[in-house]
């Protein structure tokens, strides 16, 4: 591990607002921690930041001291790239403001933000930000990788409202990212990850979505998953924009809604969101409740910050996980029969399948407008295995690999923010050759020596 002469040390706590925490400091492990309990990663220094100065001073120190950078927003990334062995965590967590501006309906929201701030803040004006679905996500690293959730059908991805960014880039400079301003730069944040620099705030438009939703979650009988899906792949390729459902296999929740002898069963959840009159949404959700069995539902006017904290307690921080994940070109028959072969063979009762449906205002942003490729994909897989004793690390692993690997042959791509740790082919499997062409070039130019390469990296090509 390495260690730093006192003097290295006090210089630079002279130049810096926020805390610095080595190894034998009161702090130092619960701000190294990261959502997945698979890593337990020790730098050898933490910068917990609180300004845009900071977060300069941090790279310019660990340029100087060569080290390697972790950077943390949410710390929620399931491949564990918020934290490295040695070298310097630059960590983000304490910068967390949301200021809004109601007239323009915009929101700036800092590097270190939680989707929860961000909700929190937006929803005093009945506004929200297109964004992911667990109010402890990081809005950093959720943005710089695409975003989407519960709106997004509506109203875009996270980077499809980006509006700028002030980024700190790898030689310690402050620079606005916009369409006006270093537009390469600002392409390559929409898509490419924290790969050319640190996001200190991000200007963002919000959505007038009101304080409550039309929303919630039917449950379905896990015995008749593949007569559902097949109705469901359909059914929800034919919904507008407005309506967003959902389909999740997993062992059910003590929801009190659902009679006690469901509860720990396989099921299909069904949870769905809907922008707008609660008669036109009863409508269109009939269908749902109609074709097969369910074994209970809940739904009704959601307060918007209810229902985006609802999920929180199924992936709470600490446990062991590995995700897997896919676009998928079709809900075929032969796709859906795999899925819920392996869907049964869950190995703990906390793994999860889940498959949102995608498509809307994002699969019609041009292909090359941002550096998210594969816009027009209709469903994502995604295999959650998630446990809690290392003892059940092998048995959980070869589930998802075996899993992933028989239903790569209805794939087409990835979306790189649920990657694992799978090696560069995959990370270019997240983008076009096209795109990853640019982003090659975008990385020379930003980030020629590849100091941020605890993320998805894009390496440079020079
Ligand atoms: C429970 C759960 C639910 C999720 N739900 C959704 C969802 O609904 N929609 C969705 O799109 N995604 C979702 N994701 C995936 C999520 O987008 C990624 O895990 C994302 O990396 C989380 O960002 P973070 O800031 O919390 O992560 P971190 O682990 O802190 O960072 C992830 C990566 O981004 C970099 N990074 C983070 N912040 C910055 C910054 N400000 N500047 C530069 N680089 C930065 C980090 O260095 C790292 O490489 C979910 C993940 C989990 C675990």
């Known amino acids: 591990m390495t260690t730093f002469q006192n003097n290295t040390i006090n210089d630079f706590r002279e130049k810096f607002r926020g805390t610095l925490l080595l ?46 950078i972790a950077v943390k927003g949410g710390g929620h990334n399931s491949a564990g790239k918020a934290v490295c062995d040695d070298g310097m965590m630059i960590d983000l967590s304490l910068m967390r403001r949301v200021l809004v501006d109601k007239k323009s309906e915009t929101a700036l929201v800092d590097g270190g933000c939680l989707l929860g701030d961000v909700d929190y803040e937006t929803q005093l004006h009945g506004l929200a930000v ?3 679905i667990v109010s402890h996500t990081g809005v950093g690293g959720l943005t710089l990788g695409g975003g989407f959730g519960w709106i997004s059908r509506k109203y875009g991805f996270t980077i499809d409202n980006l509006i700028s960014a002030e980024v700190v880039t790898a030689d310690g400079e402050l620079l606005t990212a916009s369409n006006e301003e270093n537009p390469d730069l600002f392409w390559g944040i929409r898509g490419g990850g924290g790969n050319f620099g640190i996001v200190t705030s991000f200007t963002v438009k919000c959505a007038p ?18 007569e559902y899906i097949r109705f469901h792949r359909d059914y929800v390729r034919k919904l507008p924009d407005e309506m967003t459902v959902w389909l999740v296999m997993r062992h059910a929740p003590p929801l009190p809604f659902l009679p006690t002898d469901v509860h720990g069963k396989m099921v299909v959840a069904v949870p769905f969101v809907w922008l707008g009159d609660r008669d036109e949404g009863e409508e269109l959700i009939k269908p749902l409740r109609e074709i097969t069995v369910s074994h209970g539902e809940e739904i009704g006017m959601n307060l918007w910050v209810n229902w985006q904290a609802g999920f929180d307690g199924l992936c709470e921080h600490g446990a062991r996980n590995y995700w897997k994940s896919h676009h998928l070109k079709e809900l075929s028959n032969d796709c859906i029969d795999t899925v ?19 498509e809307g205002a994002p699969s019609r942003v041009p292909e090359l407008d941002t550096a998210f490729a594969h816009r ?6 995604n295999i959650h295995t998630r446990w809690q004793n290392m003892a059940d690390d092998d048995r959980s692993l070869s589930w998802a690999r075996e899993f992933h690997a028989e239903t790569e042959k209805f794939a087409q791509g990835v979306y790189v923010n649920f990657l694992s740790d799978e090696g560069e082919t995959r990370v270019r499997d997240a983008y076009t050759k096209e795109v990853w062409q640019r982003l090659e070039q975008v990385k020379n130019k930003y980030d020629p020596d590849n100091i941020f390469q605890m993320n998805q990296n894009i390496k440079p090509s020079l």
């Open 209 to 226: 979505i009101g304080n409550e939703v039309f929303s919630g979650m039917i449950i379905k009988k896990f015995e008749d998953a593949g």
């Open 340 to 358: 819920v072969a392996f869907a049964a063979k869950m190995p703990t009762d906390e793994c999860e399948v889940f498959i949102p449906h995608m």
């Open 23 to 68: 190894p034998d400091n009161h702090g130092y492990d619960s701000a190294r921690k990261v959502w997945n309990g698979m890593f337990d990663r020790k730098p050898a220094i933490i910068a917990r930041c609180i300004g845009s100065s900071d977060v300069i001073n941090a790279v310019q120190f660990a340029r100087e001291n060569n080290l390697l």
């Open 376 to 381: 027009n994909t209709p469903f994502v897989l």
């Open 130 to 132: 297109s964004a992911g």
